[in-house]
């Protein structure tokens, strides 16, 4: 048993102060002045938000990516999500067009099985679509608990699918009653643009998001939802960074398309002069689709604040900045690739690993950038990161939720401790912090995942292996 006294309890909708009792791993009761056995373990939250444990939509863990593999590992990348106060993780399985998708799903989940410290399920990544595919799909719903698609418009000869794929795929999600994951941009269009601006000698990381401008994921985003309509599958746009792909999903929305919309914390607290930055250092803040300038990160608050955005996740991808990041440097002295360094061929931005780590701060930054400077409440701040991806992902009330029968994942959350950002600090596992320096209003105090304190007055106290594979069971999720 553990309660939880005099919290000011926040959920998507409400807001009231209580007490909360945990027995056997989910909440018992919420209620004033509860009484417990004697000798029942008591945490004071007097003067602190309590929230429901938040739900990272989006992570990479285990990521082969651009000839290299992500660093985290889910010892790291599991705690670091709770010292965040993340308590569940939803992380891609990406497998190659070449892989088969059931070893794929088996691998992933060997990976964290016995290793988090938090609860976990995977969206199915679906890189190809032939004459097994269905059978193998339909084996990972029903049998392996996964019921979420991952699809790629991007990445062509790795990730990527072609339309005839889509529309199979997309077809197939809308008779199992599954959402699909979708990145969007068009493959094609962005190989093109690098292809012109590398014979231009365009070579550095500030040409990335040029070769991957707002028009071409906008246009990613109209062709997933002609798509979506032509099936009537239900559809959720991952990493939405800029004004036309929101506008895109909006007007598919009004014709009936069942879509809901993602953004992830970069693209709320940094802008595109990150990747500018001299001396390679913009090649830390390179993901796709890329970082845009400040307009489109101020229409996404605003966005958010309306309730137009439905999540935000982190599409956390850690990879190394001196030893990954720098594959893709211009400079054949300074690129870590042996390739390179033998032929002298220069590298460039297409090269470098995409993603950034930030696992561990997404709560920080939404309280912080969004809370405390009056962008969001803090109702829309757990709609967005823990109960809306609960209920689209088929895992409420269980999770997002503190009420009775609920799982006893919270958070206590210290709205007054005041601190910095840093890779000396940070528990993943990554040589670099994409928000090095910045300062902090608001911490995760204590976490608890299922009744068992992970995090205590800042301090990592979590049992390895403690978290558990969410399996979820297919349903029609109802209209957007």
């Avoid at 990972?140 to 698609?149: A, D, H, L, N």
């Avoid at 709560?363 to 400077?373: A, F």
Wanted: hydrophobic share 40%.
């Amino acid at each position: 048993m553990l309660l939880i006294r005099n919290g000011d309890i926040v959920t998507a909708t409400d807001r009231f102060t209580a007490d909360i009792l945990c027995d056997n791993g989910v909440i018992s009761a919420v209620g004033m002045n509860l009484e417990v056995p004697e000798g029942t373990p008591v945490i004071d939250a007097t003067g602190k938000h309590v929230f429901p444990g938040f739900i990272d939509p989006h992570v990479h863990v285990y990521l082969p990516f651009m000839g290299t593999v992500s660093k985290d590992n889910y010892a790291t990348a599991s705690k670091a999500a709770l010292m965040g106060g993340t308590t569940t993780l939803i992380e891609m399985c990406c497998p190659s067009r070449t892989e088969d998708p059931l070893d794929a799903i088996r691998l992933w989940k060997s990976k964290a099985d016995g290793i988090s410290f938090c609860d976990y399920t995977f969206h199915m990544g679906v890189t190809r679509f032939d004459e097994t595919t269905a059978d193998a799909l339909r084996h990972i719903v029903s049998i392996e608990g996964i019921t979420s698609f991952k699809v790629f418009l991007a990445y062509k000869g790795a990730f990527g699918i072609e339309d005839t794929e889509l529309f199979q795929t997309l077809s197939l999600a809308k008779e199992l009653g599954v959402v699909v994951t979708a990145h969007c941009e068009n493959a094609d269009l962005v190989a093109e643009k690098q292809k012109k601006l590398i014979s231009e000698g365009k070579l550095g990381p500030e040409w990335h998001e040029p070769s991957r401008p707002v028009t071409v994921e906008a246009g990613g985003c109209r062709h997933l939802m002609t798509y979506a309509e032509m099936t009537g599958a239900q559809v959720y746009v991952v990493h939405t960074s800029c004004i036309p792909a929101v506008e895109a999903i909006e007007e598919a929305r009004k014709r009936g398309v069942k879509a809901w919309i993602e953004t992830v914390s970069p693209y709320l607290t940094l802008d595109s002069s990150y990747a500018e930055l001299p001396n390679f250092e913009g090649a830390k803040f390179v993901m796709s689709p890329p970082i845009r300038s400040q307009e489109h990160g101020d229409f996404l608050w605003t966005a958010l604040a309306e309730g137009i955005i439905d999540t935000v996740g982190t599409d956390h991808a850690p990879f190394d900045y001196a030893t990954q990041k720098h594959m893709g440097h211009p400079d054949p002295a300074k690129c870590v690739d042996a390739h390179f360094q033998t032929t002298g061929t220069p590298g460039n931005f297409t090269l470098i690993p995409n993603g950034i780590p930030s696992v561990e701060e997404r709560i920080k930054l939404l309280y912080t950038e969004g809370v405390r400077r009056g962008r969001i409440d803090l109702q829309t701040l757990v709609r967005c990161a823990s109960t809306k991806p609960a209920e689209i992902f088929g895992l409420y009330p269980r999770k997002g939720a503190i009420v009775p029968g609920s799982d006893a994942d919270l958070v206590i959350w210290d709205p007054e401790w005041r601190g910095k950002i840093s890779a000396a600090t940070h528990s993943m596992a990554t040589d670099y912090s994409a928000f090095e320096g910045k300062s902090i209003v608001g911490r995760a105090d204590t976490v608890t995942v299922r009744g068992k304190i992970m995090v205590q007055n800042g301090e990592w106290v979590g049992e390895k292996g403690w978290g558990e594979f969410l399996p979820r069971e297919p349903k029609k999720y109802g209209d957007c």
